[in-house]
């Protein structure tokens, strides 16, 4: 079949076409997109000025903490979120909890990138911080029980292809360039990624993220890259705002449409507006999320300064963080005395005086009786 004028194959890939890599899109058309996420973006700026350090240090670990285990998630991968707080909390200069696991190295790894990136955006990413970050990920030279080529961009010969499906029955949907184009390609990628321009920082980040996943230059870890790097021009855009934006974690929510989104951008036109449009709706509900967490910690913040007076045990503090943590209306069916015992170690009867107590205080409102009884966290007005 003839093509007409600027029509391209369904199969063509976009880095198969004449004028690759100039990537564009209509600014008019994402306007709107556009105009949201940076209200977003204001609605955390403020509400970040009335955190205190201590909370603001609380929401940006537990961002990271979450951030961590989703990017990982994305990849299929499980991480344990208790080791990862601890590696977190370490880093942070505080004291793990008592008993915390020991993180694994793959995941300090993990972690080692995502605090580069972020800590040190300013810095000109090269073709060796790269290196490094993707090295970080496999500290052992093994992805599973797999070979991986670490610090170096792929070498092999054979296609790279991005494949699901049971073997044999394997369905294609991406093919990169090839590896001996690679390093050409991610040097035009990086001179772009560090050249000023008027491209606003949320674009940007678009942009990079696509372009960064269609060349897919290392035989591994190029999705835990890809979002490195929007963290990296989105802390550069948003400065310390960039360390409570949960991209990772709302991309996870949208994992298949992410997927589709990016397969539908890399076998399309140069023209990438869905693309970008799309993303920007990404990075708006991200900051969303952000501002509930925020939300969250000035709830906490205010309660603990009203109740400042109270002389509480480790052992009520504790549970009522949890409380706190969970938000008005969240901790489902209240709290009881046998969830005290499992939070606390606590004995019952220890379990059940100290609720009694908090509810005298003012701190708890007791709801049931006997065996139903249940208690809600009393929370403090605005």
């Not at 990271?64 to 909390?89: F, H, K, M, Q």
């Amino acid at each position: 079949m003839r093509l007409s004028d600027g029509e391209i194959p369904l199969q063509t890939l976009i880095w198969q076409q004449p004028d690759w890599p100039a990537l564009h899109f209509n600014p008019a058309a994402l306007a709107q997109a556009l105009a949201a996420a940076c209200k977003a973006q204001g609605v955390v700026e403020g509400k970040l000025a009335a955190l205190g350090f201590e909370q603001h240090q609380e929401v940006a670990a537990e961002t990271w903490a979450y951030e961590a285990s989703s990017t990982a998630a994305i990849e299929g991968e499980r991480l344990d979120l208790e080791a990862v707080r601890s590696s977190i909390a370490r880093r942070l200069g505080v004291s793990p909890a008592k008993g915390a696991l020991k993180t694994p190295r793959h995941v300090d790894g993990l972690l080692d990138l995502m605090d580069d990136a972020v800590s040190h955006a300013t810095k000109p990413v090269t073709h060796q911080r790269l290196h490094t970050w993707q090295a970080a990920l496999f500290p052992t030279g093994y992805s599973g029980m797999r070979p991986v080529r670490v610090g170096h961009y792929r070498e092999h010969t054979e296609h790279m292809q991005i494949v699901s499906s049971r073997v044999g029955r394997e369905i294609v949907h991406y093919e990169a360039p090839p590896s001996a184009a690679v390093p050409a390609e991610m040097e035009r990628f990086l001179a772009w990624l560090e050249s000023p321009n008027e491209l606003h920082g949320m674009v940007k980040a678009a942009l990079a993220h696509l372009w960064f996943e269609t060349i897919h230059p290392y035989e591994d870890g190029n999705g835990r890259l890809g979002r490195a790097i929007v963290d990296l021009v989105l802390a550069r855009h948003a400065g310390e705002q960039g360390r409570v934006l949960r991209i990772s974690q709302q991309l996870l929510t949208q994992r298949d449409e992410y997927y589709a989104q990016l397969k539908r951008a890399q076998h399309g036109t140069l023209d990438v507006t869905a693309w970008v449009g799309w993303f920007m709706a990404q990075i708006r509900a991200a900051f969303d999320t952000s501002s509930s967490v925020v939300n969250l910690a000035l709830a906490k913040a205010r309660f603990w300064h009203q109740h400042r007076a109270k002389n509480l045990s480790v052992r009520q503090r504790k549970v009522i963080n949890v409380l706190l943590d969970a938000g008005p209306g969240s901790f489902e069916g209240g709290m009881s005395t046998r969830k005290y015992e499992s939070l606390t170690s606590a004995a019952r009867a220890t379990a059940s005086r100290d609720l009694i107590e908090l509810a005298a205080l003012g701190l708890l409102v007791q709801r049931g009786a006997g065996r139903g009884t249940r208690y809600d966290l009393i929370f403090v007005a605005e």
